[in-house]
């Protein structure tokens, strides 16, 4: 009888360790298609921008519409749909992106910090700079091609309405495009706006209270000018106007708020400006009055666009966190993030590594700019650690720019790797499908990590993470939500 005991605990044992590593358990694992990735990512290098202007024209027929309630949807591109900057290889592509990211991760950073102590943005002065904004889209297309990884989207701007592609950023408030006449702007995919064309464009005086709401503003002549800077030295500089915006054939709103740049330097090169969709009272979210708002970030070696969204239901099986507020930030969207698991197992890191505090240091944001997501460094090394210990099996390979975790994956079609997710409070997890963690580096078959540390208190939820994704953020509930494979 003892030895049948010891036998069963034996048993036990080993069925007790083997559930806890759970690697080889499906649902804790998931398929990394590397053959399909490999080619997506040649096909994108030679990928031919199609004649956006000519194929997705607004149509002109547009009705000004209440902005209260109303549903609007314009499609998202990413950049290559775009602009071709014909890379030599894949690898110089990547290494482009990820040096346009370093740089928005840094304009994030400092305008936190600016906020944290109390500096405004009129105490700058903008410097020049050769790195550019991140772009965005309405189809969501994304924007690699033209330079920043990001998305554009195409919206119509005066009466009658003139289509753009704009920069999607939900770091910032202020929307903007470029002017004639201009003093100094960079190329972009379409005509500059000419105001002098648009019925609608009206300047607004110094006393209104959207030129009172401006970072930074000046009067000249009665008529209100803006400065945006950014923290990579990014700016523009303009005439603060109100004007139509059109949302593809779904509607228009009247009077919205945006600069109209006549100076306009930094990463902003293919787009015609930006749509900010930051938490602020001058963002297109606020001044429409939308209860809410999403976007699908396609694969950005993808040619398909997806759509951003005004006042769409979320989701039903979308992944919910809660929205929080940063009293000394109203422009980024602050999630409840409570940790990480890898392969199953949850990663051990410290409760409070996520949190904001009442200063307003700290905390984790859902980004639409950010590429890659970063974590504060000792949570990043938990996770990565983690998952580390979980591949021993893969070919270790050299890092590569920001990633000191990759894998000579050249011998395989396929992989089954670690399911790596989000925790948020009510126990609701966000399982990140391989491809939105371990990503081509080069055409050659190497992959890295696609997560990154910071020494910054702030972490940030990237686009790569999102991808494919529906991020859905209910304003009017204090809800995100994520709902996989909804674009």
């Avoid at 706006?193 to 019925?199: E, I, V």
């Avoid at 893969?394 to 925790?423: I, K, M, N």
């Avoid at 399982?431 to 580096?441: E, G």
Wanted: with cysteine; glycine share 8%.
């Amino acid at each position: 009888m003892a030895n049948f005991l010891l036998s069963l605990f034996t048993i036990f044992t080993i069925l007790s360790h083997t559930s806890s590593r759970t690697i080889t358990t499906p649902s804790h694992t998931t398929i990394l298609n590397i053959s399909s990735s490999l080619h997506q990512a040649h096909q994108i290098l030679s990928f031919k921008p199609q004649n956006a202007l000519q194929q997705q024209a607004l149509t002109q027929q547009h009705h000004p519409t209440s902005p209260s309630s109303s549903f609007f949807s314009v499609q998202l591109h990413s950049r290559e749909t775009l602009v071709n900057e014909q890379h030599p290889d894949y690898k110089t592509l990547v290494l482009a992106r990820l040096a346009r990211d370093s740089a928005r991760v840094n304009s994030l950073e400092t305008r936190l910090q600016l906020a944290l102590h109390g500096v405004k943005r009129s105490d700058l002065f903008p410097t020049q700079t050769e790195v550019r904004l991140e772009d965005l889209s309405t189809p969501v297309s994304s924007g690699t091609s033209q330079g920043s990884g990001e998305y554009f989207s195409r919206v119509g701007v005066g009466q009658p309405a003139k289509p753009f592609y704009m920069v999607l950023d939900t770091g910032s408030d202020v929307n903007w495009l470029q002017c004639k006449p201009c003093s100094d702007c960079y190329q972009q995919s379409d005509p500059v706006f000419d105001p002098t064309s648009s019925s609608s464009y009206y300047p607004l005086t110094c006393d209104a209270q959207q030129c009172q709401d401006l970072e930074m503003s000046a009067c000249k002549n009665g008529r209100c000018e803006y400065q945006v800077s950014y923290g990579d030295g990014s700016f523009t500089v303009g005439e603060y106007v109100t004007e139509t915006v059109s949302f593809g054939g779904s509607g228009s709103v009247n009077r919205v708020a945006l600069g109209c740049g006549h100076d306009n330097e930094g990463l902003f090169v293919g787009a015609a400006g930006l749509l900010g969709l930051g938490g602020g009272p001058l963002s297109l979210t606020s001044q429409i009055k939308a209860a809410s708002f999403s976007y699908c970030l396609v694969d950005r070696d993808s040619g398909t666009s997806s759509t951003l969204e005004f006042n769409s239901p979320r989701p039903s099986d979308s992944v919910t966190a809660p929205l929080l507020k940063n009293r000394q930030v109203n422009t980024f969207y602050y999630v409840e993030l409570t940790g990480f698991s890898v392969g199953g197992e949850m990663v051990s890191i410290p409760p409070d590594t996520f949190a904001v505090d009442q200063s307003g240091v700290g905390g984790v944001i859902v980004d639409s700019g950010t590429a890659i997501t970063r974590l504060q460094t000792r949570a990043y090394n938990a996770v990565r650690d983690a998952f580390k210990r979980m591949t021993q099996n893969l070919r270790p390979a050299e890092g590569v720019a920001l990633f000191d975790t990759c894998y000579d994956l050249s011998s395989l079609q396929s992989v089954r790797v670690p399911t790596v997710s989000l925790h948020f409070s009510g126990d609701k997890i966000w399982a990140l499908p391989a491809k939105n963690y371990l990503i081509p580096v080069d055409g050659a078959g190497t992959y890295c990590f696609a997560f990154a540390p910071t020494s910054s208190s702030l972490s940030i939820i990237g686009n790569v993470q999102q991808q494919g994704t529906r991020v859905s953020f209910d304003l009017a509930n204090s809800v995100v939500g994520f709902s996989s494979n909804k674009c």
